[in-house]
């Protein structure tokens, strides 16, 4: 055999090699069947230690042969009483590649044997433990250069990763080892080389910590901006919008927060590259198949440059980014599209990821009767027999041919405008239009009759908070009331079912159990969510919640020393790292947003220590920010806001003054939203006043309707609102 060095050499290798042969996908998050439905096979097995769980990715794995563990006491226990090591593998309910492995590999009994024999096996829903996912993503990462789902990590009993990587097949071919060669390679290595796997972990963990080590630097300049905007221009697609490594392209992610800023940042600065590439982008992404063009919603990524072809799954967490950005496109260019973009993402929302409690379901996955995409991709025949006389214009709009664009079938997609459409074709647009809607309505109707995909039905504090926000957002821009009363219950619904005795959020519910400790993200998503329903409705209990809520979040992971946040708690479980960071993922950075959260409740509060907090978390990784900006992309939406100077508007009167309703619309649809708003009436004088310091003495002149425009505290004089 050879030596310990070269072994472990070889293997990394191997993993590495493994993961670069994949297709794009497997080295992505992507969908699959959740299918709650046990086979013949199945319903003869035990139950694993996965018994009594919630999260509906660990129930699928619940019959596998191999004995699953969840992440607790029991399993780590266990490795430290058998001095076995750990195999860790994360993925959630839509990961496609996940499920894939599960039925080469977790589902084979000899496979389960080697497995159970030589480790002990836990299961991890990375939607629920972020904590841990983190942790051993960035083990992996640092191995190999790269990762995804399903992450498998190899831990010593005292949870040091010391071997990883993502899929791994059934069989080894074009260079890659099976999962079974894994296994084999890592026991033999256990039993006969343990000095060399103790060292190799000891030094991956220390890296880890150096790697969190804080970066404190200076407070970003007027220059950060602009020094973004040229780094988001060299991974800027230039045809089909869009951002990715240059010259590859694919796969794609909408980038929702880094075409927040662009949007934001080009209309501030006046300049129109930031705000062409965001349109570029919103365009192509709307008329692609990554949306859907008969129900509304978008799928995770596109698998290809054009935007075509998507992992079918869909999330909660993008569409409510998406839909925050449709909106707010609408808002800086006055262009319908983007509304109407924006709008069907919320009608899909309420229609098909509601709870009757008013609780967003997490995620819809893409394969249906053990297919991907099945239930979304159509043919030729198909649409000619739905759509009847209105055939012809349903097929030339959504580009649907005899060959299909999708394994022989059509994901539909839109090429041009409705005015393009029938100025090329001399139609009538009213006519088209109502026929488009005709054949839409009718294909939706016939793939209600198909069997669906199957709905990841969890509720997640953080995911919840981010379209609580979005609904709140639309709510006021666009002056929807059903948006707003779906913001409202959402509120109600976290604050009543989400929330442990001290006032905490928990992380996760399903089906009537609430647990896990709420996360950095958590809290600061729905403090956010609170304060956006504060503005868009000024009802005083939204105000005080958000500000409870941004309170908790620097009592319990504010880093007092260095500034920034962590992203668990100070009594949270201990785990390998307690990790700071700024970095975006699909999701926005927890300290950014909570940074933001600061930020606005400080300038609106009159709370100067507030707004330091909200600085120092930006100087705690300004070394990172400066030399790689468009990582950090909520921070740099944060930078914008302070370059803004955003006013404090506090109007006094009667909200129900039609003056006042008209101002205070005026400022409440104000964008970019740079600014903080309240309105102080008599009745409520008292209750704000305890929230709000700044409120005190300022009062209506003449008995009329007053605002009160205020920066940084020093306010300019009032003005008294007339007709």
């Given at each position: 055999?050879?030596?310990?060095s ?18 794009p996908?497997?080295?992505?998050d992507?969908p699959?069947?959740n ?29 596998n ?9 029991e ?7 058998e ?13 496609h ?18 497995m ?5 096996c836990i ?8 904590d841990?996912d983190?942790?051993?993503?960035a ?10 789902w ?19 097949p ?11 060669e ?26 880890l910590?150096r790697?969190?080590?804080p970066r404190v630097?200076s ?8 020094q973004?905007l040229?780094?988001?221009?060299m991974s ?15 796969p794609?992610?909408p ?13 501030r ?7 062409a590439?965001?349109e570029?982008?919103?365009?192509k992404?709307a ?13 995770r990524y596109?698998?290809?440059r054009?935007w075509?072809v ?5 999330m909660?967490?993008?569409?409510a ?7 707010e ?27 009757p ?8 996955d ?8 099945k239930f979304?991709v ?15 214009v349903?097929?030339a ?11 022989g079938?059509?994901i539909?997609?839109?090429e041009?405008?409705?005015v ?18 005709r054949?839409?309505?009718?294909l ?12 990841d039905?969890?509720?997640?504090s953080?995911?919840?908070g981010?379209?609580?926000s ?8 666009l ?6 009363e779906?913001?409202?219950a ?6 009543e ?10 992380r996760?519910r399903?089906?009537?159990?609430t ?17 956006d329903?504060y ?9 005080e919640e958000?500000?409870?809520?941004a309170?908790?979040?620097?009592e319990?992971f504010?880093?007092?020393e260095?500034g920034g946040y962590?992203k ?8 390998l ?10 999701l926005?950075?927890?300290?950014g ?6 930020a606005?409740l400080g300038?609106?509060?009159g709370?100067?220590d507030?707004?330091?907090r ?5 100087k ?8 790689y900006?468009?990582?950090f992309?909520?921070?740099l939406?944060?930078?914008d806001?302070f ?14 003054d ?8 005026r ?7 740079y ?17 709000i ?10 008995g ?8 940084e ?5 009032p ?5």
């Open positions: 055999m050879s030596s310990p070269t072994t472990r050499a070889d293997l990394l290798r191997a993993f590495a090699l493994s993961l670069t042969l994949l297709s996908a497997s080295a992505q992507a699959h069947s299918d709650p439905h046990m086979s013949q096979d199945q319903a003869t097995r035990e139950a694993n230690h996965l018994q009594g769980e919630t999260s509906p990715y660990l129930l699928q794995h619940l019959y042969p191999v004995d699953w563990y969840p992440w607790g006491p399993a780590l226990q266990r490795a430290k009483d001095d076995k090591p750990i195999l860790v593998s994360i993925g959630y309910s839509a990961c590649w996940c499920h894939v492995m599960e039925h080469e590999s977790f589902e084979d009994p000899e496979v389960a044997k080697l159970n024999r030589w480790f002990v299961k991890i829903d990375r939607e629920e433990r972020p841990i983190q942790i051993y993503m083990a992996v990462q640092r191995m190999t250069g790269s990762g995804g399903p992450l498998n990590c190899f831990l010593t009993p005292e949870l040091e990763p010391f071997f990883g990587g993502t899929y791994f059934p069989r080894s071919g074009y260079g890659r080892p099976s999962w079974t894994v296994l084999k390679q890592i026991h033999t290595m256990w039993v006969d080389h343990r000095d060399s796997i103790k060292s190799a972990s000891e030094r991956l963990t220390a890296d910590e790697q969190n080590q630097g407070l970003p300049g007027a220059d950060l901006l602009p973004a040229e780094a988001s221009r800027f697609d230039p045809i089909y919008g869009g951002f990715s490594q240059p010259d590859l392209y694919a794609k992610f980038h929702s927060t880094e075409l927040t800023y662009l949007l934001r940042y080009g209309e600065a006046g300049d129109p590259r930031a705000t590439m965001v570029q982008s919103l365009e992404m008329r692609g198949g990554i949306h859907d063009q008969i129900a509304g919603g978008f799928a596109s698998v290809d054009e075509l998507p992992h079918f799954e869909k909660l967490y993008d569409n980014q998406l839909a925050r950005v449709y909106i496109a609408w808002q800086a260019t006055g262009k319908e599209y983007w509304r109407e973009v924006g709008v069907k993402i919320f009608e899909y929302v309420l229609r098909e990821m509601t709870s409690e008013g609780a967003f379901y997490s995620a819809t893409a394969d249906s009767e053990g297919e991907e995409g979304f159509w043919s030729l025949d198909e649409v000619k027999e739905v759509c009847g006389e209105d055939a012809d349903a097929i709009w959504y580009g649907v041919t005899k060959a299909g664009n999708f394994e079938h059509n539909f997609t839109q041009k405008s409705l393009e459409f029938c100025e090329e074709r001399k139609l009538d647009p009213i006519e088209t239009a109502a026929a488009i809607e054949a839409r309505a009718a939706y109707a016939r793939r209600e009759t198909r069997v669906h995909p199957l709905l039905d969890k509720i997640l953080a995911w919840n981010l379209m609580l979005a609904f709140a957002r639309a709510g006021a821009a002056g929807e009331e059903r948006y707003l779906a913001a409202r959402n509120a109600r619904f976290l604050l079912h989400m929330r442990a005795e001290d006032g905490r959020l928990m996760t399903r089906e009537g159990v647990h896990l400790a709420g996360y950095l993200e958590d809290h600061a998503f729905v403090a956010e969510g609170m304060l329903l503005e868009a409705t000024l009802e005083v209990e939204w105000l958000a500000i409870a809520l309170d908790l979040t620097d319990h504010l880093d007092e260095n962590y668990t708690a100070h009594d949270h479980e201990d785990l790292v307690r990790f700071s960071t700024a970095t975006e993922s699909s926005p950075s927890g300290t947003v909570a940074a933001l959260n600061a606005r300038y609106l509060l709370d100067p507030r707004i330091n909200s600085r120092d978390a930006m705690r990784h300004g070394q990172a920010l400066s030399s900006p468009t990582a992309c909520q921070i939406i944060l930078h806001f370059e803004a100077k955003p006013a404090e508007l506090y109007f006094v009167g009667d909200k129900s039609p003056v006042l309703q008209r101002e205070l619309e400022w409440r649809t104000f964008w970019p939203p600014r903080v708003l309240t309105v102080v009436e008599e009745s409520e004088r008292e209750r704000l006043e305890g929230l310091p700044a409120v005190e003495g300022k009062a209506a002149l003449e009329k309707p007053t605002l009160y425009i205020c920066h505290g020093i306010c300019e004089a003005e008294v609102l007339s007709e």
